[in-house]
């Protein structure tokens, strides 16, 4: 009976996991997407020529307060993802990787806190963002070989490609300014800071999208053991 109230008081910090990854991936994914299909519509570019940041200048982007909320309550909703997860994986290696995302949830919420508009504040946390995706992504593709890892396949694949557009981005950065160097393409060609942003920006979306699920998957399987316990116990 205590083994069974054990391990059900660890399901609602799973649900919690589940619930608030996937509320992070929807609420900025929503927001980022509407603010650039607005944005498209306005300039009649491609997608690929805007760069991510720049939905969320109130001087020119005609729904930045969406995309800078989305961004708010996105980054929050990870904080609360993370927090949960710290009580779940009690290891010290799953703890710095807990608390590296629960850093990066914090520097997307001053992300939308500073847009563009407040051009130092918005470098510095942007950077900030940047350094604490590609540590995040780092961690996690050395505890995917770990012997008690929590990373599904698929979520180490997104692993693998947020890993590699961080690092490309890190090189395009301009570290002198905190800032990318204007793009020299010309008007509707594809603009390779954007193409490497949008694709990092999605790689992250999906990957909170697959945390959630790969908890689902857990809670799963913790509860078919505990069903074969209680079976066997019988």
């Known amino acids: 009976m205590s083994q069974t109230i054990e391990a059900n008081k660890h399901y609602d910090l799973h649900l919690m996991i589940i619930f608030m990854s996937l509320a992070t991936a929807l609420i900025s994914g929503l927001g980022i997407s509407t603010a650039l299909i607005a944005e498209v519509a306005r300039l009649g570019v491609s997608p690929l020529s805007i760069r991510a940041d720049t939905l969320g200048d109130y001087m020119s982007s005609p729904l930045a307060i969406v995309y800078n909320m989305g961004l708010v309550i996105g980054g929050a909703c990870l904080m609360l993802s993370m927090l949960a997860r710290y009580y779940v994986f009690t290891d010290v290696y799953s703890r710095i990787i807990t608390i590296t995302g ?11 806190i500073f847009p563009i508009n407040f051009l130092e504040q918005h470098r510095f946390f942007s950077t900030g963002y940047l350094i604490c995706t590609f540590l995040l992504h ?38 002198s300014t905190l800032d990318f160097d204007p793009c020299t393409h010309r008007v ?14 999605q790689a992250n979306i999906l990957w909170c999208v697959l945390l959630g699920l790969n908890m689902k998957k857990m809670i799963k399987f913790q509860q078919k053991q505990l069903s074969n316990l209680t079976f066997a116990s019988d």
């Open 188 to 201: 509707g060609d594809i603009c390779w800071v954007s193409l490497v942003m949008w694709v990092l920006t």
């Open 102 to 112: 629960a850093i990066l949830g914090v520097l997307i919420v001053l992300i939308g």
């Open 138 to 175: 780092s961690f996690c593709f050395i505890d995917y070989f770990r012997k008690k890892s929590s990373l599904s396949t698929s979520l180490f694949g997104f692993n693998i490609i947020g890993l590699i557009f961080s690092i490309a981005l890190m090189y395009l950065l301009n570290w």
